[in-house]
C-alpha cells in the first residue's frame, strides 16, 4: 500500500482524523481515525479506519465533519 | 465529482444518495473534480474543476444537506469561475466561507499561469469590489502573470486579525 497524507482534522473529542489516498491500487480513499495516544480508534467502522468504496477510482482531496458529527469527503 | 459521507462511527450514511454517496456530473464526457469542502450552516460549499482537456474552469457547487443542488445559490446549483476571461486549465484549489463570502483560490495551469484569490456572494456573484484591473473580481497572486512561473499550486488562510494571507 503506498499512501499520501490528503487532509486531517481534530474533531471535539481531539481524535484525529487522517484522509489519505491509496496510490497502490486503484487510488481508493482511506479515512482513519485515531485516538489522542495514535492508536486507531476501533469505535471507527470497527477498524478505525474506512477503506474507500469499488469500483470508483477515488482521488479523495477533502474532508469536513459537519454539524451532525457526519464525516463529508470529496473525490473526484 | 463523489461526494461521501460516513456517519461518526465510521459507517456510510445510507440516507445520503442509495449507498452513501452521490456522483455529480455536469455534463456528458466531461470531468468533474472536487477540490475543497466548506460549510455554511448545514449546506455544504465546494471547490473544483469542469472541463474536457485543456477547457477547464473552477467551478464551485452549494449542496443542500440532502446531496441535491442548491438551487437558491444559482439556478443550476453550480458557478463557473474563469480566469482573465479564458476557458483554459483553471482549476479550483481551496474554499472557505468567511463573513457572507466563500473565498476561494484558483489556479490557471494554461499560459499566461497566475494564482488567484477570489470571493463569491452568497448568491453566487463574484465580488468585483475587489481585485485588479484586468482581473475583476480576482486578486492576481503572481510575480509576473505573463510568463509560466510555476504556479501550480496556491493557498490562503486568515490570520488571528481576519488578514487574508495568499502563497503561490
Redesign the interface.
Known sequence: MSMKDIAHMVNNELKYSILSVDWSSESRLILFRLNKDGTLDTSFNSTGYHYGFAPFCEHSRDFIIDKDNRYVVIAK | ?????????????LSFGS???ITYDLSSGS?????????DG?K?V?L?SHGYGTLLKAVMWRINNDGTYDTSFITDGYLLISVLDQDYGTRGRNVKVKDWFYYFNATKLWPPMVNVIGRVTMDSQLDTSIGDSDTPGLIKLSLNHNVNFLEHDGYFEFDQNNNLIGST
Not at chain 2, 470531468?31 to 460549510?39: L, Y
Open positions: 465529482m463523489i461526494l461521501y459521507r460516513f456517519n461518526m462511527d465510521g459507517s456510510p450514511d449507498a452513501g454517496y470531468d468533474e473534480d472536487g477540490s475543497s469542502i466548506d460549510m448545514d455544504y465546494i473544483g
